[in-house]
């Protein structure tokens, strides 16, 4: 079955940008939306955006000018950065494929920490 | 952008008995709306989509209802394993999550 797993830095400093992997194993990253969730330590989730293979995007609007994500489908990974990060970015980051029907499977997480 | 109130914020049901969580949405979202349970130290797991539809291997105590901008997510019989967040999220435009329902042990 399709497996997800986020990499990237645990600690990013102020106002600089936060970059995370998401590898797909188990099936192709074709044809499917490829989705950005957060969750800050005891709260809810955050829905930052997705991206087709094609390299169609749609972001949080309250995110938008910070976000950019990116496919490549020759390594079955897809990628986000945030940039001019704060405190407030700090969360537990998912990944998770969007088939138009909610999200599913999820990965693990990742905690992303920004503090100096 | 779509904003979703879940409620209540915190459900205290007994093992055995039926629990009803809501989600409304701030404009209608037609039938785009997935149900979520979180487990503390895990990663959401896809319950119900399209409203009303269960994700594979969800067992049939979950039921989802409603469209538009309401919504209802029934759990009809608490076992020990259900006690746990549940989320919505609409995906008609773009995707929003409700601040999410704790079902707890009464």
Redesign the interface.
């Known amino acids: 079955q399709v497996q997800l797993q986020e990499s990237g830095p645990g600690l990013v400093k102020p106002s600089e940008t936060l970059s995370l992997t998401c590898t797909v194993s188990g099936g192709s990253i074709s044809s499917y939306y490829w989705s950005w969730i957060r969750q800050p330590a005891g709260k809810g989730l955050e829905w930052i955006g997705r991206i087709y293979t094609s390299g169609s995007t749609n972001y949080n609007p309250s995110l938008k000018s910070r976000v950019t994500m990116s496919v490549d489908t020759s390594k079955n990974q897809f990628s986000l950065k945030l940039s001019s990060v704060t405190a407030a970015d700090t969360a537990v980051y998912y990944c998770a494929r969007d088939s138009g029907m909610g999200a599913s499977p999820w990965g693990q997480g990742t905690l992303v920490t920004v503090s100096s | ?1 779509i904003v979703m109130t879940q409620s209540p914020a915190t459900l205290s049901v007994s093992p055995g008995e039926r629990a009803t969580l809501s989600c409304r949405a701030s404009q209608s979202v037609s039938s785009n709306l ?1 149900w ?1 349970q ?1 487990k503390p130290g895990q ?4 319950l ?3 409203a009303s ?1 269960r ?1 594979t291997g969800i067992p049939a105590r979950f039921s989802g209802s409603g469209s538009g901008t309401e919504f209802t997510l029934t759990i009809s019989s608490l076992q020990s394993e259900d006690f746990a967040v549940y ?1 919505c ?1 609409q ?1 008609n435009n ?7 329902t704790k079902v707890e042990i009464k």
Do not use: D, N, V
């Open positions: 952008e997935a979520y979180q990663a959401p797991r896809l119900i989509y399209g539809t994700a989320y999220q995906y773009r995707g929003t999550f409700g601040q999410g």
